[in-house]
């Protein structure tokens, strides 16, 4: 597991952080572990500079290629969920984005696995988050539909786009006593965010709160 020390964080972006996680926690952001690494990870530092003031605005932010930096409450959500998980060793993300969730997620769990089709934004997050010196971060360019076989099972999985269904690999890569979270739904229509936890080779589901997400889409883009 890693802790993210970056020299240079002004005060200023301190306590917005701050004032961010005071947020997170009147909107129902329970767990102090959760609480912890989001107010210690600079977000300032996944977006361009010329939006980086509105960094700790608890909102989706654009991040180039028609494709978004998640909410902070969505993030802090969906880790929380992860965090009932058994074995915290191997995370499979899909959808790295920014690479936002991805740091989350590696001071979480031992090693984290991370797919994301689009080329410029998966060498953008894996070059910040070597900036950064995370190193138990492994990345792959390709279609997260697929998931990452030859790296199965894993104890969590994340998905921070959402398919129509929940996709049949994502399922079969989830180790037993493991827990995905996942969006599921049309992109116009209700996603909902769900809990997948596979107990005796069994998936118990629970539909939690609905949710906006972009699409999980089939192919790369290079
Ligand atoms: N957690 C990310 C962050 O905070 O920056 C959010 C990223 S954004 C909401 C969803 C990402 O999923 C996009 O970067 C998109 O390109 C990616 N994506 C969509 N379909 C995918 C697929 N089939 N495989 C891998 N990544 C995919």
Redesign the pocket.
């Known amino acids: 597991m890693n802790s993210v020390h970056v020299s240079g964080i002004g005060m200023t972006s301190q306590r917005t952080r701050e004032r961010l996680v005071n947020r997170l926690k009147e909107k129902g952001i329970v767990n102090p572990k959760v609480l912890e690494i989001m107010a210690s990870t600079p977000r300032h530092l ?1 977006v361009d500079e010329a939006i980086s003031h509105r960094a700790y605005e608890d909102t ?1 932010l654009p ?1 180039g ?1 028609g ?4 909410q902070p409450f969505i ?1 802090a959500r969906m880790s929380e969920l992860l965090l009932d998980t058994g074995d915290m060793n191997k995370v499979l993300e ?9 740091i989350i997620l590696a001071q979480m769990f031992k090693d984290v696995f991370t ?4 080329g410029p ?1 998966q060498r953008m997050s894996q070059k910040r988050l070597r900036n950064l010196k995370i190193f138990n971060v492994h990345y792959r360019h ?4 697929k998931g990452w076989e030859d790296k199965a099972p894993f104890d969590a999985i994340i998905v ?2 959402a398919p129509e269904n929940i996709p049949e690999a994502l399922v079969e890569q989830l180790a037993e006593g493991g827990r995905m979270v996942i969006p599921v739904g049309a992109q116009n229509g209700v996603q909902e965010l769900m809990v997948l936890h596979k107990v005796d080779g069994e998936l118990q589901k629970s539909v939690l709160e609905q949710v906006r ?6 192919g790369v883009v290079d």
């Not at 494709?67 to 998640?70: A, E, G, L, R």
């Not at 390709?142 to 539909?145: C, L, P, V």
């Not at 997400?213 to 089939?218: A, M, Q, R």
């Open positions: 996944f989706s991040i290629m494709q978004t930096i998640s993030v899909v959808g790295t984005g920014s690479g936002y969730q991805t797919i994301e089709r689009v934004l390709g279609d997260g539909f921070t786009a997400f972009v699409p999980l889409l089939g």
